[in-house]
């Protein structure tokens, strides 16, 4: 222990002398590290971290092939309607339990405890929903059959809600929380880390599966006054089961598909001739599924980045340390000959970057958490990603191996010359050969190769995201802000009126120039989409290309958005309940359905015949669900006119800055329903962009890590080449002496770093052609052997390694002879 102090405290008066090798290289440290554990924990959370659940490897998502004709579904794949959940339930022989959860919304419901109207993201559950789970509550208590069965108005808030809205506020428990101005009361909070069991959500509480209207199913009205409860045609729930002990997800698929075949036809007749019947299946729920296809191929690509990142820090701050150690060769060789052993050598060392690896790795953790949360933030990740003890594992192990790898580095030249170095005359002559080793210029090239790599990927991916930017929207953006509104009406008359005051009242606010409304916002991914009919028939088209996608929205909406009309009008406020029922296209609908005729006067519609409505209108095809969208054929009908109304989304043009309107917006929505929170206000553009939010996140971080890279790189040089130059001033004074001039120095200095960053970049090369190869899928408008973007890598590399190797070349060219040969 006398030891370990003497070397602690030796260790750290070596590390005091010389604060400029210090610093570098606990910031490269932190710099290294921090990314490499923020990725990972954002990784361990998304991709490795189970679902907070009891035994989740016995948990499973229930998935079918489709859903029957004549039915409407929020995924194809993942939703059920009520009728398969009440039959499947009570298959308890093969399922333990059965646990079903359908969203309030599709984004975000309006609740309020309080005053003060708010947004939060709810579900409806069953009553079984955390028994089954196995989910603890840190107070009160969950539901029951019971309170499923009579729909009571209870809730059970997350641990993150009850920590961010109520302050962890113990008599939150048995207060009211009104969602949608339906009182529910607060009886229990779930266990910490519990975020509900739907990838990428957050979900902030959950009330027993409801039967009342304003409590529907994903936010929609009842169709034909039906909840999703009664309405069998709407398949919007998702379910999860619990096996039964030795029953696998083959042989549960197996004695359930006969039920659920029949059940999935329940209340829809007989199948139709020729009609596939759905396939039931199982996923494991261990993990998030749906994050994996999500977020799963852009972490790796990250954490692969960053993982070069790392190699090219540790490879710096390994040049740094054996050039550093190589001033101090007549230390270790006056230690040998004093009879110092390998062992205490190495120990010496081990402790010098156990400390130096100790202060880098307390910045790399703060570095870490805050990096954590804005790739939370930008990735729009809601769950919690806070680094956990797999994280706080991952980071040990690393700075672990990091310190015995700075610890071994610089033994072998430590030990190379041997005791008898101490009786030459001086540490000038004794360091001559400093920094020539070839392990250094290895790693030189190495570092470069990296670095080109992550300037390729860095290259490809801003220009993708530059491609992505300049797409044509086919309509005037700027100026645009929208929020959503869900009214507390009964009838679709109420929410009429309520649409119409409102949008009068928004038109009179100063700096308004249009408002308009619309049932699915553009740029949220949502869309309505089903065959309709032209002229009463279907088109004679191939079944591919009739689905056509449809809006409900407000009069002026075209003006407002700033898309082109082409021919006939937009939607006016006269076009109302009373008078004949209109419908807008698009300029691909016209081409594929009427070519060669004037649109004008058609009559479109559903394929039962309940709406029909006469085109008055074509515009320009323009951007709907996303930036990167192909058209499509595309219908606008009046919500005045169209099915039932519900949550819409307003569109205000204004005038400056489109924010700058929300608390005028917010004054006369509290002044109609007190209760009603803006939904999810954001610019147009900004919405636009969300539908490119992973490829934003890309290829911004991909651009952060390839000039971090370049940075690293070019500082490591650049130290390399100090203590280089630094150790061979009497050698550069004796060439001097003897005739040489600057420019052959300064040569002499640059020739070696050229001829590593040749290597380096005939190495790189080949490397970046795969990692290209590996982000095909990831770019958009670019090639991934894009001749332009290799050309100006390998430019960024060669200026950086002759920009780092400029300064100390210019050094030894300045260099006194006289004084560099009395230097000792």
Not at 431 to 460: E, F
Not at 609 to 619: A, D, L, R, S
Not at 671 to 684: F, V
Not at 720 to 733: C, D
Request: one cysteine or more; proline letters at 6%.
């Amino acid at each position: 222990m006398t030891s370990l102090l003497n070397d602690l405290r030796y260790s750290f008066r070596q590390l005091r002398k010389t604060p400029g090798f210090t610093l570098v290289c606990v910031l490269t440290l932190a710099l290294g590290i921090g990314a490499n554990t923020a990725v990972f924990s954002v990784m361990n959370s998304v991709l490795l971290k189970s679902l907070p659940v009891a035994d989740p490897q016995h948990v499973v998502y229930l998935r079918t092939s489709h859903a029957p004709h004549r039915t409407g579904t929020i995924d194809s794949q993942e939703t059920f309607p009520y009728s398969v959940y009440d039959a499947l339930r009570h298959q308890t022989q093969v399922l333990t339990d059965l646990m079903a959860y359908v969203p309030l919304s599709t984004a975000k419901v309006a609740v309020r405890y309080g005053m003060q109207p708010e947004e939060a993201e709810g579900d409806m559950v069953s009553g079984n929903y955390f028994s089954g789970l196995g989910v603890q509550l840190v107070r009160g208590h969950g539901f029951t059959e019971q309170d499923e069965a009579s729909h009571a108005p209870i809730a059970v808030i997350s641990y993150n809600y009850w920590t961010s809205r109520f302050s962890r506020n113990p008599d939150v428990l048995g207060k009211a929380l009104y969602v949608n101005s339906i009182p529910v009361t607060i009886v229990g909070i779930a266990a910490e880390g519990f975020e509900g069991t739907e990838a990428g959500g957050s979900t902030d509480f959950w009330i027993p599966l409801q039967s009342r209207e304003e409590l529907n199913a994903w936010g929609n009205p009842p169709e034909d006054g039906k909840t999703y409860i009664t309405n069998p045609t709407w398949w919007c729930m998702r379910l999860l089961g619990r096996l039964a002990p030795g029953v696998t997800k083959e042989q549960a698929a197996a004695q359930l598909q006969s039920v659920f075949q029949s059940a999935a036809y329940i209340g829809l007749g007989n199948p139709e001739p020729g009609e596939k019947r759905p396939v039931l299946s199982f996923d494991d729920a261990s993990n998030f599924p749906g994050y994996d296809n999500m977020y799963g191929k852009l972490l790796k690509m990250l954490m692969a980045m960053v993982g070069f990142v790392l190699l090219i820090a540790l490879s710096n701050i390994v040049m740094l340390l054996l050039a550093r150690n190589a001033t101090r060769q007549r230390e270790f060789s006056l230690r040998l000959a004093l009879g110092a052993g390998r062992k205490e050598l190495f120990r010496q060392l081990l402790t010098e970057s156990l400390l130096l690896v100790a202060m880098g790795g307390g910045l790399a953790w703060l570095f870490a958490m805050a990096a954590t949360k804005a790739l939370g933030s930008w990735a729009q990740i809601e769950s919690t990603l806070a680094p956990d003890q797999t994280v706080l594992f991952f980071t040990l192990t690393v700075l672990i191996l990091t310190a015995f790898l700075f610890g071994l580095a610089p033994l072998r030249a430590a030990l190379s010359s041997g005791p008898e170095l101490v009786l030459k005359t001086s540490s000038a002559t004794s360091n001559t050969d400093a920094g020539k080793t070839r392990t250094g210029k290895i790693v030189v090239a190495l570092q470069m190769a990296l670095c080109l790599v992550l300037l390729v990927g860095g290259g490809l991916l801003v220009s993708t995201l530059r491609n992505l930017q300049d797409i044509p929207l086919g309509m005037r953006v700027d100026g645009l802000v929208v929020f959503g509104i869900k009214p507390n009406t009964h009838s679709t008359a109420e929410a009429i009126t309520f649409y119409q005051t409102l949008t009068n009242k928004l038109r009179a606010l100063p700096g308004v120039e249009s408002v308009t409304i619309m049932e699915e916002r553009l740029g949220s991914w949502w869309s309505d989409n089903f065959s309709m009919t032209v002229d009463g028939k279907l088109p004679d088209v191939p079944d591919s290309s009739k689905t056509v996608r449809n809006n409900v929205v407000g009069s002026d909406f075209f003006h407002t958005l700033g898309v082109p009309i082409l021919e006939g009008r937009d939607f006016a406020d006269s076009d109302t309940a009373a008078s004949p029922p209109v419908a807008i296209i698009n300029e691909l609908f016209a081409q594929r359905f009427l070519p060669n005729q004037n649109p004008l006067g058609h009559r479109i519609g559903t394929n039962d015949g309940k709406f029909q409505f006469t085109v008055v209108g074509v515009v320009k095809n323009h951007k709907y669900r996303s930036i990167d969208e192909e058209p499509i054929p595309m219908a606008w009908v009046p919500y005045t006119q169209g099915p039932p109304v519900g949550k819409m989304h307003v569109e205000l043009r204004v005038k400056g800055e489109p924010l700058a309107i929300l608390p005028s917006v917010r004054k006369v929505i509290q002044e109609q329903d007190p209760n009603l929170p803006l939904i999810e206000p954001i610019t147009q553009r900004a919405q636009y962009e969300t539908t490119i939010s992973q490829q934003l996140l890309f290829a911004r971080l991909a651009g952060f890590f390839g000039l971090l890279a370049v940075v690293l790189v070019a500082t490591g040089l650049y130290g390399t080449l100090a203590y280089r130059v630094n150790n061979r001033t009497v050698e550069i004074g004796v060439r001097m002496a003897v005739g040489a001039g600057r420019g052959q120095v300064v040569w002499m200095v640059l020739r070696d770093s050229l001829i590593l960053t040749a290597v380096g970049i005939g190495v790189g090369i080949p490397l970046a052609m795969l990692a290209s190869r590996a982000l095909t899928s990831a770019l958009y408008g670019v090639k991934p052997f894009d001749a332009s973007i290799y050309i100006f890598a390998i430019l960024g590399v060669s200026v950086v390694a002759i920009a780092a190797s400029m300064i100390p070349a210019r050094r030894a060219a300045s260099i006194d002879p006289l004084t560099a040969l009395r230097t000792e």
